[in-house]
């Protein structure tokens, strides 16, 4: 990261969050007058709680979520013959 930009607050995160993917997703009203936001990439070290966070904002929404990551769309992983 750049030493000048200081990292985001968790306050800041969660507004962020709550405006740009829950309220869009969760509103009719909401999503009439927000822009339209389809994707956001979340991206962190192991364990950080990225999907706990998606896994809730789809619950609270109603979403559909498919999981893409490598792991399911491979479970058999390099070198297993498959």
């Known amino acids: 990261m ?3 930009v200081p990292e985001p607050s968790m306050a800041q995160i969660r507004q962020t969050v709550i405006e740009q993917l ?3 997703l969760g509103s009719l ?5 927000a822009p339209y936001v389809n994707k956001a990439l979340l ?3 192991k364990g ?4 706990l ?3 809730a904002i ?5 979403a559909n979520l498919i999981n893409l990551s490598a792991r399911n769309l491979d479970p058999g ?3 297993s013959g498959r």
């Open 48 to 51: 950080t709680g990225k999907t």
């Open 77 to 79: 992983g390099p070198g």
């Open 43 to 45: 991206y962190g070290p």
């Open 29 to 33: 009203t909401a999503h009439q007058q």
């Open 22 to 24: 829950i309220l869009p």
């Open 2 to 4: 750049d030493p000048q």
């Open 53 to 55: 966070v998606v896994e």
């Open 58 to 62: 789809c619950r609270e929404t109603g």
